[in-house]
């Protein structure tokens, strides 16, 4: 089975914080993903990456950045954390680009206050 | 990207019933998935489609890749109180070969 695992179930951290959640994948897929999730508004795309060291922006980069210095690791920066980013934040991967699946970790809980 | 269309948006039914939700979209996509999502969790994939006109099973789940490839139906037959939840349609676009596109969500709630 894949398995995506996120470092951190629940988090609350202080406006201003630098913020960094990570994310590991065991299936040495190609394609990482980040998203938050917000009632109402569905799944939002962040960042992903399609190898290590490439990242593409998403629909709402803003206020983010990410780091793919291993293909297993792709790890979600909060420059600088305000209380419009607390959301759950959910990482995936996916083995290719055509017909493939994506596969989610737990998400990760985060209050910015 | 692009928001998928994804309808009822809730639903609020008794055990045993069958439920029926669909997703439409403008583009045309070359994969259709679905995913449940229980609360406080990760979505969970349920189905994945990749021909247009293809129906798929999963237990009491059935969904469809519509002809025209811009919707996608899934089917929960007999429904239990564990089916609850919040179900996403995701798609592929044809010229895109990396991020999902996400409806917002049906959430289905069963009483017992």
């Known amino acids: 089975d894949v398995k995506v695992t996120q470092s951190s179930r629940y988090l609350v951290k202080r406006t201003g914080e630098k913020v960094f959640l990570e994310c590991v994948q065991d299936m040495d897929h190609e394609n990482m993903f980040w998203y938050r999730q917000d009632p109402g508004l569905g799944l939002r795309l962040i960042y992903f990456?399609?190898?290590?060291?490439?990242?593409e922006k998403g629909d709402i980069p803003e206020g983010y950045s990410v780091s793919r210095e291993k293909k297993e690791r792709f790890s979600l920066i909060l420059e600088s954390a305000s209380t419009n980013q607390t959301s759950m934040y959910l990482c995936?991967?996916?083995?290719?680009?055509?017909?493939?699946?994506?596969?989610f970790g737990q998400g990760t809980r985060l209050t910015v206050v | 990207g692009q928001q998928l269309n994804q309808s009822p948006q809730s639903m609020f039914i008794q055990e045993g019933e069958d439920v029926s939700m669909n997703c439409t979209s403008s583009s045309i996509f070359n994969t259709w998935l679905w995913y449940k999502q229980d609360p406080g969790e990760g979505p969970v994939l349920l189905i994945a489609?990749?021909?247009?006109?293809e129906l798929t099973s999963n237990g009491r789940l059935t969904a469809q890749f519509g002809i025209t490839r811009k919707d996608s139906f899934l089917n929960i037959s007999a429904s239990i109180p564990s089916d609850v939840g919040i179900y996403f349609c995701a798609g592929q676009l044809g010229n895109s070969g990396y991020a999902l596109n996400f409806g917002k969500g049906t959430s289905l709630l069963v009483t017992p």
């Open positions: 995936a991967s996916q083995p290719g680009t055509v017909n493939t699946e994506a596969f």
């Open positions: 990456s399609y190898d290590v060291k490439m990242k």
């Open positions: 489609l990749y021909k247009a006109g």
